[in-house]
């Protein structure tokens, strides 16, 4: 079965410095999206990015995060200046399509611990 | 605004006892419901669904029923194992606006022999 894949699964960052997150999304999925798990708390949306254009973001995903998709097939989210409170689990996910029952599968996440 | 409460966890049974999960919705529309589960070391898996009030979503013995009257979707199975262990999700998406998940906090199940 397809997967959507991940790396790398764990960064460690110095705060301050950027990352960029990787995604391969299901190569026939036209949807993808980023979530965040900061620990022991519940999974939040942060973005969800639709021929290449963001389709709509959280007031999370502030001037400090981008997503692009720069060669059709991986899917990135970079965070340009990261704080310690941006320690969490990302998580990429795509769809085939807008209908709601259509389910987002998901990748195994980044765990990123920022220093 | 929308919303999704679940029960806290952790929960821990005995194997083969019976499992309930609570799940209550907050949404201004009428959402399909969503239950994922997240095994150690692993990302959140689609368990089951259902798009529409009284639907039953069903998969690996797992069941929750769309009760709109309550704004429930709770998650039963009869029987668990061991290897049913894992933090399960509901979740509400409505259609149009590409389609967000609304998670709930998570509920963990620790299943012991």
């Known amino acids: 079965e397809p997967e959507v894949t991940q790396t790398p699964s764990h960064q460690v960052t110095q705060m301050g410095q950027e990352v960029i997150l990787r995604c391969v999304p299901i190569?026939?999925?036209?949807?993808f999206y980023w979530y965040r798990q900061i620990l022991g708390q519940k999974v939040e949306f942060l973005v969800s990015?639709?021929?290449?254009?963001?389709?709509?973001k959280s007031e999370i995903f502030d001037d400090q995060f981008s997503v692009e998709r720069p060669d059709g097939s991986n899917f990135t989210l970079k965070i340009r200046s990261t704080k310690l409170e941006d320690s969490a689990m990302y998580f990429c996910?795509?769809?085939?399509?807008?209908?709601?029952?259509?389910?987002?599968?998901f990748g195994d996440g980044t765990r990123l611990s920022i220093l | 605004g929308d919303s999704v409460t679940q029960m806290e966890g952790p929960v821990t049974l005995s194997e083969e006892a019976f499992l309930t999960i609570n799940c209550t919705y907050t949404?201004?529309?009428?959402?399909?419901l969503f239950w994922y589960v997240q095994y150690p070391g692993e990302g959140l898996q689609l368990l089951l669904k259902?798009?529409?009030?009284?639907d039953k979503g069903s998969n690996k013995g797992f069941e929750a029923t769309y009760r709109k009257e309550t704004t429930s979707f709770h998650l039963e199975k009869g029987s668990v194992q061991v290897s049913d262990s894992a933090v399960y999700f509901c979740?509400?998406?409505?259609?149009?606006?590409?389609?967000?998940?609304?998670f709930g906090a998570g509920t963990r199940l620790a299943v012991h022999p």
């Open positions: 996910a795509s769809s085939t399509g807008q209908i709601s029952n259509q389910p987002q599968h």
């Open positions: 190569s026939n999925h036209l949807y």
């Open positions: 990015f639709y021929n290449n254009e963001i389709s709509e």
């Open positions: 949404a201004t529309g009428y959402p399909s």
């Open positions: 259902a798009t529409k009030a009284d």
């Open positions: 979740a509400l998406m409505f259609s149009g606006g590409y389609n967000k998940l609304i």
